[in-house]
C-alpha cells in the first residue's frame, strides 16, 4: 500500500511564505509517476490542480496566478516531492493534497495539510 504524507501546512500571513512537503512510502519511485502534484480544496470548492511534474522532471502550474509564486520540485532522494509557497494569498486558502499514481495504478492522495493565509 502507498502512503502520502504531506507536511509544512499553517498559517501565515498574506506576502509569507510556506514549504509543503509530500513523502511516499519507500518502495516506490517518484520519478517514474504517471502522476505526481499538489492539488488543493478550498472551503466549499472542487478539488483543483495547483502544479505537477512530469517523470521527465517537467513543472506545469494550473492557473495564471500561480505560477511565479509557487515552485514544485522532487527531493534529491527518490521519495519526496515539495511545494514552495511565496507571496501568499487570502485565496491561496485550502487543504493542499499530494497526489501520486503510476503506471496501472490508481491514483494515491494523502491526508492534506491546511494552509491558511490571512489578510
Known amino acids: 500500500q502507498v502512503q502520502l504524507v504531506e507536511s509544512g501546512g499553517g498559517s501565515v500571513q498574506a506576502g509569507g511564505s510556506l514549504r509543503l512537503s509530500c513523502t511516499i512510502s519507500s518502495g516506490v519511485r517518484l520519478d517514474i509517476a504517471n502522476v505526481l502534484g499538489w492539488y488543493r480544496q478550498a472551503p466549499g470548492k472542487r478539488r483543483e490542480e495547483v502544479a505537477t511534474?512530469?517523470?521527465?522532471?517537467?513543472?506545469?502550474y494550473y492557473g495564471s496566478d500561480i505560477k511565479g509564486r509557487f515552485t514544485i520540485s522532487r527531493g534529491d532522494t527518490a521519495n519526496s516531492v515539495y511545494l514552495q509557497l511565496n507571496n501568499l494569498k487570502p485565496e491561496d486558502t485550502a487543504v493542499y493534497y499530494c497526489?501520486?499514481?503510476?503506471?496501472?495504478?490508481?491514483?494515491?492522495w494523502g491526508q492534506g495539510t491546511q494552509v491558511t493565509v490571512s489578510s
Open positions: 511534474l512530469t517523470a521527465g522532471g517537467i513543472a506545469h
Open positions: 497526489a501520486a499514481a503510476w503506471s496501472g495504478t490508481s491514483t494515491y
